[in-house]
């Protein structure tokens, strides 16, 4: 016990007298925070669009008024032709192109129907995908308004008509950085946590003090723990920014309790930390160090449901992200910031978490030879 | 000096693959002696060292070090040894203070022992006034008299000395004797590795290492003697000459 008092003693100075720490626990946070959750937005805005208007007719403008109301499209050009939004698009000038032809309305009146012709740039799948998604929904809409106009509805409508109403529960606005928010959060301390400590005892490695240490009495656990405990603490202080900011700057409080956060993340710390140290014994250099834990964290955010959704992914990939500690920890933060989930619901987390934690940690201490 | 043996080596064996580092190498070495251990580069000193204080785990051979076995009491034998490596190894962002407290701390020291002792050791290295000065801010000298301060702290019976005076200027390295001369009238047992034949001569008795095997081991005077050289410089270079490997 006595000599973890000194180890902590020692590591705490060693952190707080070096500047590129401090920098790295207190402006990381403060720029992943309130930079990312802009820019990492899934809402696909200003698509530039061009429309080539065969018909000029009245509905035809009614429907071009109808999607350049909305914010999601820039209209970019009238065209005469496709052929020349199609060169405008290969320019990359033009994200969708919406070919009107030229018996739109009388089509529409008479027929009920008349097609529309969509181009869209699928270079960006998701801008692709999302772009048309948002004007076929707007296209359908403007339809629905000219048939209930034009045709008059008898009392029993022959026709079912299913009208689906949608609310998003837990997030009913669907502001994305309630989403996002507490997933870079989860990313932040993953981060910072598991690259502080890998480069903590391959340092010590390379400047030759990690000899002078094992040639004492010293016991391994000992010295592990003299490494976990003082960066456990930073990713709680860490972990206290984060969630101040994002109180402060985007006004997401959770709705579940501060100590189902701090007692997850407490536990989380501990397995991200150990996966670090574990990194750290097997290293020779803070090169290898450096990019073994890039590459897992790497791995573990994109197949961490924080970009794209777990359920989505194939078989094998969900597979994988059972043994991704950044998965758990992002879905517990959500459910605890978005839904209020409380002990009870995220029990079986908590359960895996302290599995990591101990397999790490043990490993760490394991693989941690003071002789070679 | 007793005739008790702190270190007896026999047939103590390292090998890495098909190189063989450390090769069969027998010796003893008594309480309170000051034990040269010579050798070119890659003759295999360091690695034969770290067998001794529990770095590395011998091939074969036996040893023990202050009454315990290398194999298998390795962490009794960290309690009553010292070791200076050849790196440079206290923390440079700590201060001369903290360092001696963290190392005395971790071998066990009672807080009162360490502030007493730490006066008393500031006061001999004249360090007093630089007592919270980051070590990184030193001088070499002052850095190398430290660190062999902070490895006999915790008064080891035996302190291991890799190279201690590497780069050290010829003032300091005459003072850093004096530290040697100093422990070794304590009581503690110095073993030395050392390039500077000048310092082979202050050693009680002398090794010479070459490929990995002990080619020589005597009193530098006797050393002088059986091979008919007028100082250790030529009895070095006459026994290093045979060597076949270097560590390019």
């Known amino acids: 016990m006595r000599t973890l008092k000194f180890l902590l003693q020692k590591e705490f100075r060693q952190i707080f007298r070096d500047p590129s720490i401090l920098r790295i626990i207190f402006v990381v946070p403060i720029i992943q925070l309130l930079v990312l959750p802009w820019a990492a937005d899934y809402e696909i805005k200003n698509l530039k669009l061009s429309i080539i208007d065969h018909d000029r007719s009245t509905y035809s403008r009614q429907l071009i008024s109808k999607i350049t109301s909305t914010n999601y499209f820039l209209l970019e050009e009238y065209s005469d032709s496709f052929h020349d939004s199609e060169e405008e698009m290969e320019g990359g000038k033009v994200d969708i192109a919406l070919e009107i032809p030229?018996?739109?309305?009388?089509?529409?009146?008479?027929?009920?129907?008349?097609?529309?012709?969509?181009?869209?740039?699928a270079v960006n799948g998701v801008k692709a995908g999302l772009g048309s998604a948002y004007l076929q929904s707007i296209i359908r809409d403007f339809n629905s308004e000219v048939r209930a106009k034009w045709i008059q509805m008898p009392r029993f409508s022959p026709e079912l008509n299913i009208e689906v109403v949608t609310a998003n529960w837990f997030n009913p606005s669907m502001n994305y950085k309630f989403f996002m928010v507490p997933g870079i959060l989860a990313v932040l301390l993953t981060m910072v946590g598991a690259s502080l400590s890998a480069l903590n005892i391959v340092k010590e490695k390379e400047i030759g003090t990690i000899e002078q240490i094992n040639v004492t009495p010293i016991r391994k656990?000992?010295?592990?723990?003299?490494?976990?405990?003082?960066?456990?603490?930073?990713?709680?202080?860490?972990?206290?920014?984060?969630?101040?900011?994002?109180?402060?700057?985007?006004g997401i409080v959770p709705l579940g309790s501060m100590l189902v956060i701090y007692a997850f993340s407490a536990l989380y710390l501990l397995a991200v930390l150990g996966l670090g140290l574990l990194i750290s014994t097997i290293t020779h250099n803070q090169q290898q160090a450096m990019l073994i834990s890039f590459f897992l964290i790497m791995v573990f955010v994109l197949l961490g449901g924080l970009y794209t959704s777990i359920d989505s992914m194939p078989g094998w990939?969900?597979?994988?992200t059972h043994f991704n500690p950044v998965a758990y920890f992002v879905e517990v933060i959500r459910m605890v910031v978005l839904k209020g989930s409380g002990f009870a619901d995220i029990a079986p987390y908590m359960l895996i978490m302290f599995v990591f934690a101990i397999t790490l940690n043990g490993w760490a201490i394991y693989s941690y030879k003071k002789r070679s | 000096m007793s005739n008790e043996n702190v270190i007896s080596v026999d047939g103590l064996t390292k090998r890495f693959g098909h190189f063989v580092a450390v090769d069969h190498i027998s010796f003893d070495v008594k309480r309170g002696e000051i034990f040269g251990f010579l050798g070119a580069n890659g003759a295999g000193k360091t690695t034969a060292m770290r067998m001794l204080c529990g770095l590395s785990l011998p091939t074969e051979g036996k040893a023990t070090v202050a009454g315990f076995d290398v194999y298998t009491q390795n962490e009794q034998?960290?309690?009553?040894?010292?070791?200076?490596?050849?790196?440079?190894?206290?923390?440079?962002?700590?201060?001369?203070?903290?360092?001696?407290?963290f190392y005395a701390g971790i071998y066990g020291k009672s807080d009162q022992f360490i502030r007493q002792k730490t006066e008393k050791v500031l006061e001999q290295l004249h360090l007093t006034n630089e007592a919270d000065k980051l070590v990184g801010s030193l001088p070499l000298g002052w850095k190398q008299k430290l660190a062999f301060s902070v490895a006999i702290f915790h008064e080891p019976g035996i302190v291991f000395l890799d190279e201690p005076t590497g780069g050290v200027d010829p003032v300091t390295r005459r003072e850093f004797w004096n530290m040697i001369y100093e422990a070794a009238a304590n009581g503690i047992t110095i073993f030395v590795t050392t390039h500077y034949m000048d310092e082979a001569e202050y050693c009680g008795r002398v090794s010479i290492m070459v490929d990995g095997r002990i080619e020589a081991l005597d009193t530098p005077s006797m050393l002088k003697q059986q091979f008919d050289a007028a100082s250790m410089d030529q009895v070095f270079l006459k026994l290093a000459r045979k060597a076949e490997r270097s560590d390019n």
Do not use: C
Not at chain 1, 111 to 121: H, I
Not at chain 1, 225 to 246: D, R
Not at chain 1, 317 to 320: E, G, L, N
């Open chain 1, 102 to 121: 030229a018996d739109f309305e009388r089509d529409l009146v008479r027929d009920n129907e008349a097609p529309v012709f969509l181009a869209v740039n």
């Open chain 2, 77 to 101: 034998i960290k309690k009553n040894i010292g070791y200076m490596s050849q790196k440079f190894s206290l923390y440079e962002n700590l201060t001369v203070k903290e360092n001696i407290r």
């Open chain 1, 317 to 320: 990939a969900r597979a994988i």
């Open chain 1, 221 to 250: 656990h000992h010295f592990i723990l003299g490494k976990l405990i003082p960066f456990w603490v930073l990713g709680l202080v860490i972990l206290t920014i984060g969630l101040a900011i994002a109180w402060l700057a985007y």
